[in-house]
Structure formats: structure tokens, C-alpha cells
């Protein structure tokens, strides 16, 4: 055999080999590194006291990136402007911190990084690293701890601003406003908080849902919780406080109306309407009519008219019982005329617990019962009642309910007349009801509560209420026709006795209405009936 055919016959039989070899396995990179960076060193030291440097370097062991600075990275006391902090969107083996302004004299700075260090190719984190240096000759050694929950829901609100303003001679509650605090945390996500490297001294205790993330209150946006009592340091040093935020109702105004058919303005408003009056201060039509409706959704009132007539704007003066006025000049033009629609909030299913009701995106102004039928699924005729209410723009149409029945209601022309004169058309709304044994059914019983009346809240996993009562003493508490799902329970101690949840006021020092929570979820099934009792701790 030659030569050349012989390096050709090795040649074949290596590659076979080759992919032979290759076919048993592939490379793989070795195992997943799930090992942390490591810190190395610190220039100036982790700790350092007399600081008198504009640069830190912290250095690890590989290279790291840093996620979420913006949200993770808290310096406390805060900086203006903030120091410039690097790696961002690229990675090195060294954190650098340059300070743009003169550094506080005989203050503690403490740099906490939570989790956003992490290695640069597998993201292992290095978690609530903080760098801590003093420009005076010692640290200040004091802290705080606590928690923050949501005062009317129990999903909690990640990344909040928890902050600590000193009690001197220059501190007023107002400065929450303006007036960044001397020390700063978070809670990133989760709902405890940590203060370290504090001073001696006093201290008012404050939290905010801090949208801008200027550690301002802005109440049009923010949420915000106190603590009540003044913390004195270090004699509050063991103390776990517990704080709830909320959202204020901020002072009443009026915002601009708009137009937004032929016949209708809306007019928006923050704050609590308080009876909000309009009235329109322009020349109209002798026989020019006008009615308000309130918004089920937002603050924000309808506001109807007829007839139209012509103008380039109107001039209207909005008032409330305590003593607001503003006069507001809306353009006006005539625009198409709003038709009338009806609909109903029960598209299938009717519970037999409640009466079926429609309603109207337009005022509804009467219902004529003589053009209207209701039969069940042996098409006989089902007698009713219709009850229109005009405050809240929707009709009851009450009947006996059978369980497990169906049911059409028929509308003829004609049977419902707006506040404009629109007539509506044709209208068939089919549904049924369930069998009994289809829901389930809560027994429930309160302990420990030290003032009635109460309000029992029944909400689904969303905190959207599904049902509530208004409890004036003690008694076994129903909810019934409950469907098969998992429900939560809450108790508002009405303290001012209005039958609603009042929230609180930073300024009046007023706390929200306090809440509790049933600790479990409660499975309800379907024919089932639960005994539950709540003990109020």
C-alpha cells in the first residue's frame, strides 16, 4: 500500500474517533460559579474616622457591576449633590466614590449598599455591604429598627424611604416639605428597616413612599407614617417601632373643567368634594336646566345641561361648605350629543342576594315599568318592582329569585328617558341564578373589641372588598352567598363612628383608623358553612 493512501486511511480513522469522542459529551464550562464576590480592601479603610478624602475605592476579588443603584444604594446622611458611584453598566474590580460637595464636619456617613453588588458573570450577590467613615475623631455607634406596612392593605409597599429629622431648634413638623432629614434608610423589598451609625440625640421618626426620590413629602404623590412619640436616643435603642403609611386626602380644589359632549362637562377635584357646588355665572337660556352627578370611580363630578346654546366659554363658580370659591372659564364649543347607553354590572350571573340593577352613561330621568318584562326559563312571567334612584344613576329591578332559574329582561323603545331626551332602543339582558348550595357561608364572631361599632370587611387575594357591615355590637357576624375562593377578613375601629375607613394626617398628627387582619385566609367552599372567630389583639 503507498504511502499517501496509507496517511488518508489514519486520517479517517482519527476524525472517526474524533467525533465519536464528541458525540459521548460536550463541553460544558465546568460548574456554575454561585461563589459571591469577596471583599478585599478599602482606600481610605472601611470604618475610617478624621476622613478627610473626595475618593473611596472598594475593592473585590473579581469583577462586579452594580444593579439598581438608583433604588439599593442609601447614603446616609444624604448628600447634595450625591456623590458620582462607578462601575455603572460596565464592570471593575473596584467600587469608586467621588464626593462632589464638602463633607459634613464631626458626622458619621454611612454608605449601605444593599444588594446591588454582584459578580459580573453570574450576578451572585454580595448583599448590605456598608461602607462607614466619620469626619470627626469617632463613630457614632446608636440604632434604630422597625417595620413599615400599608395601613389599608395588606400587600406591602417595597422601597421605603425611612427617615430619622433632629430635634433642635430649627425642627417643625413642616419640614418634611422642604428640608432633607439628617439620617436616611430603606426597606428595599421587604418591610423592615435599620438605622446604624447614629448619634445621641432626639428624633422624630418618619416614612414615605417616596415617588421623586428627593426625600421630600409630596403629598399630591406620596405616602407617608410616623411614628408619634419624639425617639430619644441612646434610651430608644432596643425599641422595634412599627410604622403605617398612608395616602392623605389632600385640601380641596378645583381643577379645570372640560367638555366633553354637547351636554356635559366634567369637573375634577382633589381633596374631598365637601357638598361641591357649580354654578354657572354666564347667560343662559331661560329654560336652562342643569344636573350633577358624582363619579363612581374618580373625583370627578358630571355635569349636565340642557339646552345647548352658543358661546365661546363659560364662566362657573365652584363653592364647598367650608367656605371654597373659585371661578373657572372652561371653553365651550358644541360638539355630538351623547346617545344613551344602558348596561348592568350582573352580565350572567345574579346572586340571590341582590336585586338586578341598571345603569346609564347618561342621566336617566324616568323608566316606564309597562315597557318592561321579565320572565324566567319557562318564559312566564316573573312580577317586579323597579326603583330608579337619581343620585346614584341606577335602577333596581327587584323580583322573588329562584335558585338554579334564568332569566330575560326585556326593555321595549321608549322605557328609559335620559335628562337630554335621548329614548333608548330595544334592550334584552339575559342571566341566571345559582343553586344555593353553589356558595358558601362565613360565621363569624369577634373577641376583644374595646369599642363598637366596627367595620368587617370581607376581600378577595386583590384587597378589593367583596362584602362589609357595619357591626353596632357584639354579635354573630354573616356572610353569606359567598363563592367558593379564598377570602381575607379585616376589622376598621371606626373611631369617629362615620361607617368608613378614615385615613390619617401628618400635619394634625392624626393616625390613620386602625386595622386588623384575620391571620389566615380563609378557603371558603362551595355548601359549606365556616365558624370563625376573630380574636382583636
Given at each position: 500500500?503507498?504511502?499517501?493512501?496509507?496517511?488518508?486511511?489514519?486520517?479517517?480513522?482519527?476524525?472517526?474517533?474524533?467525533?465519536?469522542?464528541?458525540?459521548?459529551?460536550?463541553?460544558?464550562?465546568?460548574?456554575?460559579?454561585?461563589?459571591?464576590?469577596?471583599?478585599?480592601?478599602?482606600?481610605?479603610?472601611?470604618?475610617?474616622?478624621?476622613?478627610?478624602?473626595?475618593?473611596i475605592r472598594i475593592y473585590f476579588d473579581e469583577y462586579v457591576k452594580l444593579k439598581d443603584a438608583q433604588k439599593q444604594i442609601i447614603i446616609s446622611p444624604p448628600m447634595d449633590p450625591p456623590p458620582t458611584?462607578?462601575?455603572?453598566?460596565?464592570?471593575?474590580?473596584?467600587?469608586?466614590?467621588?464626593f462632589e460637595d464638602t463633607l459634613l464636619?464631626?458626622?458619621?456617613?454611612?454608605?449601605?449598599?444593599?444588594?446591588?453588588?454582584?459578580?459580573?458573570?453570574?450576578?451572585?450577590?454580595?448583599?448590605?455591604?456598608?461602607?462607614v467613615f466619620s469626619t470627626g475623631d469617632f463613630l457614632d455607634s446608636l440604632s434604630v429598627k422597625g417595620s413599615v406596612n400599608n395601613s389599608i392593605q395588606k400587600k406591602i409597599d417595597p422601597y421605603i424611604t425611612v427617615a430619622l429629622y433632629e430635634i433642635d431648634e430649627n425642627y417643625s413638623d413642616s419640614m418634611v416639605f422642604n428640608t432633607v432629614p439628617r439620617y436616611v434608610t430603606n426597606t428595599l423589598d421587604s418591610t423592615s428597616f435599620d438605622f446604624y451609625n447614629l448619634k445621641e440625640g432626639?428624633?422624630?421618626?418618619?416614612?414615605?413612599?417616596?415617588?421623586?426620590?428627593?426625600?421630600?413629602?409630596?403629598?399630591?404623590q406620596d405616602k407617608i407614617g410616623f411614628h408619634e412619640e419624639i425617639i430619644t436616643l441612646p434610651a430608644d435603642t432596643a425599641k422595634v417601632f412599627n410604622i403605617e403609611i398612608f395616602k392623605e386626602i389632600s385640601e380641596f380644589k378645583a381643577l379645570l373643567?372640560?367638555?366633553?359632549?354637547?351636554?356635559?362637562?366634567?369637573?375634577?377635584?382633589s381633596g374631598e368634594a365637601d357638598s361641591m357646588k357649580i354654578r354657572l355665572l354666564s347667560d343662559a337660556p331661560d329654560d336652562f336646566e342643569t344636573l350633577v352627578l358624582q363619579d363612581k370611580e374618580k373625583d370627578t363630578l358630571h355635569y349636565w345641561f340642557k339646552p345647548f346654546f352658543e358661546a365661546d366659554s363659560l364662566i362657573f363658580e365652584v363653592t364647598n361648605i367650608k367656605n371654597y370659591q373659585d371661578t373657572l372659564v372652561p371653553r365651550f364649543k358644541d360638539q355630538y350629543k351623547?346617545?344613551?347607553?344602558?348596561?348592568?354590572?350582573?352580565?350572567?350571573?345574579?346572586?340571590?342576594?341582590?336585586?338586578?340593577?341598571?345603569?346609564?352613561?347618561?342621566?336617566?330621568?324616568?323608566i316606564t315599568k309597562e315597557f318592561i318584562s321579565l320572565t324566567d326559563k319557562d318564559t312566564l312571567a316573573v312580577p317586579f318592582s323597579i326603583e330608579l334612584d337619581k343620585i346614584k344613576n341606577e335602577a333596581q329591578i327587584t323580583f322573588e329569585k329562584t335558585e338554579n332559574n334564568a332569566y330575560a329582561l326585556q326593555m321595549l323603545p321608549e322605557a328609559i328617558k335620559d335628562f337630554i331626551g335621548n329614548v333608548n332602543d330595544t334592550i334584552n339582558f339575559n342571566f341566571r341564578t345559582k343553586k344555593l348550595a353553589d356558595y358558601g357561608t362565613i360565621f363569624l364572631t369577634l373577641q376583644n373589641v374595646d369599642a363598637y361599632p366596627v367595620i368587617v370587611e370581607v376581600t378577595d387575594e386583590k384587597d378589593e372588598v367583596i362584602t362589609e357591615k357595619i357591626v353596632p355590637k357584639e354579635e354573630l357576624i354573616t356572610f353569606d352567598y359567598l363563592n367558593p375562593g379564598k377570602y381575607y377578613i379585616r376589622v376598621i375601629l371606626d373611631a369617629n363612628k362615620n361607617g368608613k375607613w378614615d385615613t390619617g394626617h401628618f400635619l394634625k398628627g392624626i393616625q390613620p383608623e386602625e386595622i386588623k387582619y384575620f391571620p389566615e385566609a380563609i378557603d371558603v367552599r362551595a355548601n359549606w358553612e365556616l365558624k370563625q372567630t376573630f380574636i382583636l389583639e
Open positions: 500500500m503507498n504511502k499517501r493512501l496509507e496517511m488518508l486511511l489514519l486520517t479517517l480513522v482519527l476524525l472517526a474517533f474524533v467525533i465519536s469522542c464528541a458525540k459521548k459529551g460536550s463541553i460544558t464550562g465546568g460548574e456554575k460559579d454561585e461563589t459571591p464576590p469577596v471583599f478585599v480592601k478599602a482606600f481610605p479603610p472601611n470604618f475610617s474616622t478624621n476622613f478627610d478624602k473626595n475618593e458611584i462607578t462601575p455603572l453598566g460596565s464592570a471593575a474590580k473596584y467600587i469608586k466614590i467621588t464636619q464631626n458626622t458619621t456617613y454611612s454608605i449601605n449598599f444593599g444588594e446591588s453588588v454582584e459578580d459580573n458573570n453570574e450576578g451572585n450577590k454580595y448583599p448590605f455591604f456598608r461602607y432626639k428624633f422624630k421618626l418618619i416614612a414615605l413612599k417616596d415617588a421623586s426620590s428627593n426625600y421630600l413629602y409630596d403629598p399630591k373643567p372640560k367638555q366633553v359632549s354637547k351636554n356635559e362637562f366634567l369637573f375634577p377635584y351623547d346617545s344613551l347607553l344602558v348596561d348592568s354590572k350582573f352580565r350572567s350571573v345574579l346572586p340571590l342576594n341582590e336585586n338586578f340593577t341598571i345603569s346609564a352613561n347618561t342621566p336617566i330621568d324616568s
